[in-house]
């Protein structure tokens, strides 16, 4: 018999080129998964289409902003809404694949664990970004434009992307500290519509009561929508809130979603390799 060890199949790799390739080879896993659900991707770029066609078809006459027209002032908002509710898909996703056991498999292949979230995060960063193609074009149709360079215009989206990609890490932790896919949506409307609806997405701040005033202008939706306004050359001569996420909302976007990586990404992998050993 031969003397040599046969290596650990569940050793994982150590090159950086390996586990770039085993990220990859997940994000292909979960693009082909929702490929043949074609319903998923229906109903997940259906939405912002039908908030487009409602807030400026519908509302537009009952809602007056200040200094700007208001589907210019609308269109991005409902990128940040699109964004920030896209990312929940991390969290639903991680919660049914541990559910239906797709990670005790991964478990068994010569693979580096954090590939499962990097493939995760990674399919939804796709998604959004087919989505806000989608919204791009319903926008346009309804009269949006952006007026500033197109370098500008890239980077207001690169921006949005940034942030969605950040907070699908913050969901991806709330995925696998539940039981179920549908815990997770209802755990996400929950915390996702205060943030979306209390911000500056679709009527100024100043218009509402004080406390929720206070609210919006330093919740980092409003933020997000604010720079991806100024990015875009939207903002008109609207008045802008005197509170530092205001008035750079660029940098506090570029933070906040640093932070948000810095923050989530070990503590999704501590909670992934403690789910995963059960």
Known sequence: MSAR???????????????????????????IKLRRSPDMMVFAVLQPIMFVLLFSQVYAGSIQVQGTDYTDYLMAGIFGQTVLFG???SGAGMAQDLKEGIVDRFRTLPMNP????????????????????????????????????????????????LFSYAFSWVMALVGMSVRSAETVNNASFVIL?????????????????????TFANWN???????????????????????????????LTVVLGSLLMLVVFVPLCLRKFATVSSR
């Open 5 to 31: 060890a046969l290596p650990a199949a569940s050793s994982p790799p150590a090159s950086l080129a390996t586990w770039a390739s085993d990220g990859w080879t997940v994000t292909q896993r979960n693009l």
């Open 87 to 89: 990312s929940t898909f």
């Open 114 to 161: 954090s590939a499962v979230l990097i493939g995760r995060t990674n399919s939804d960063l796709v998604l959004n970004a087919v989505s806000m193609t989608i919204m791009i074009g319903t926008g346009v149709a309804v009269g949006w434009r952006f007026t500033t360079s197109f370098g500008s215009f890239l980077a207001g989206l690169g921006l949005l992307l």
């Open 193 to 213: 519509f205060p943030l979306t609806f209390i911000s500056n997405a679709f009527v100024q701040p100043q218009n509402m009561p004080g406390p929720l005033e």
């Open 220 to 250: 980092p939706v409003s933020a997000l929508v604010h720079a991806a306004r100024e990015l875009f050359g939207n903002t008109g001569s609207a008045p802008v809130p005197d509170v530092w996420p205001m008035q750079h909302p660029v």
